[in-house]
């Protein structure tokens, strides 16, 4: 029903067009390649281009170089932002409760670094005093001998 060449004289033309969609589709899924590319990028078998970058008409081309212009920046920027625009889901309370549980253990370790702080501090200096009086004992040791 698809060939041209088995159906009426009436209907030639639009098996004409079906037979070449379907002998597009073979020759693409044939090849492992261009069905990876398919998959990919769907007709065009090849990335889409970017709108921010394409001026009146699709004829701007990114220059760089000495000649980047402030539009340049702003058509990046714009085609940047373009791709992480999402629709943000809606809050749910667990997500508002799994916030303030993440402050509050913050929060509390704060206090606790606040609170055991100062004894460490002491412990750090008399450890670094112990240190020292060691070492001076043992230089003192090593001159006698």
């Not at 390649?33 to 090849?46: N, V």
């Not at 340049?72 to 932002?81: K, N, P, Q, R, V």
């Not at 206090?111 to 412990?123: E, H, K």
Request: aromatic fraction near 12%; avoid cysteine; hydrophobic fraction near 45%.
């Amino acid at each position: 029903e698809s060939h041209p060449d088995k159906v009426a004289e009436e209907h030639k033309e639009a098996a004409e067009e079906r037979f070449k969609a379907i002998a597009n589709a073979h020759e693409v899924l044939a090849n492992a390649e261009t069905r990876r590319l398919y998959d990919l990028h769907g007709h065009a078998l090849k990335p889409p281009v970017l709108d921010g970058f394409a001026g009146p008409g699709g004829a701007h081309v990114f220059r760089g170089g000495a000649d980047f212009q402030d539009e340049d920046l702003e058509a990046l920027f714009e085609a940047m932002l373009r791709g992480q625009r999402r629709k943000e889901a809606p809050r749910r309370p667990e997500d508002v409760w799994d916030g303030v549980l993440g402050l509050g253990l913050v929060g509390v370790g704060l206090v606790l670094t606040w609170a055991v702080a100062p004894f460490l501090g002491r412990w750090a200096l008399w450890a670094r005093w112990q240190w020292r009086f060691f070492v001076h004992d043992v230089g003192h040791a090593f001159a006698r001998a």
